[in-house]
């Protein structure tokens, strides 16, 4: 049976997946028998494949289209619902920083009638969402190492950095109301 903080985890995750889709990224799950030999449902929820190991992520989102000369975009999705006084360490966005690392330099081919095919490859980054905030270290060390996966902040509690510019006018204030509710 689920605890007080995990649901409100998974309700946090849901409402992030819901504005990504206004955004124009759609949802992705892994079910049995896709075919696909980089996602699969685990114990813990959705595992994609690295070059070194499946890892565990709270979601996964793919943009609805991809630029020109690029793969397609994957957005790794960590929604974090701490308590108010416990906020988002750097420990959580250097595993962010190593599996999207090691999800970015996966290569796969299968064999398919005697010739090996390619598996699709994506360009995959990474956001953690917080209600309680990040702290320094968190905020400072994806700038260090080249990468940003602390992404935007959803909480009003951590300053609010939502986009003023967003798509509708309507999502700012749901946010908010989902995120007093957990």
């Given at each position: 049976m689920a605890n007080i903080s995990q649901v409100r985890g998974a309700l946090l995750e849901e409402a992030v997946l819901y504005l990504l889709e206004k955004f124009d990224y759609k949802t992705i799950e892994a079910y049995p028998g896709h075919g696909n030999e980089t996602l699969r449902g685990g114990h813990s929820g959705l595992e994609v494949r690295g070059r070194g190991s499946w890892h565990q992520i709270d979601a996964l989102a793919a943009f609805k289209s991809s630029p020109a000369f690029m793969y397609p975009l994957r957005l790794m999705?960590?929604?974090?619902?701490?308590?108010?006084?416990?906020t988002v360490g750097i420990e959580v966005v250097r595993n962010s920083v190593g599996v999207l690392k090691d999800i970015s330099e996966n290569y796969f081919t299968m064999p398919s009638g005697g010739a090996n095919v390619q598996i699709p490859r994506f360009n995959y980054h990474s956001a953690?969402?917080?209600?309680?905030?990040?702290?320094?270290g968190a905020i400072d060390y994806p700038l260090v190492v080249g990468s940003s996966p602390t992404g935007p902040t959803i909480s009003?509690?951590?300053?609010?950095k939502l986009s003023p510019d967003a798509p509708s006018s309507t999502s700012r204030p749901m946010l908010r109301w989902i995120v007093s509710l957990l």
């Open positions: 999705v960590e929604a974090k619902c701490y308590q108010n006084h416990r953690i969402f917080s209600t309680s905030g990040y702290t320094s009003h509690r951590c300053g609010g």
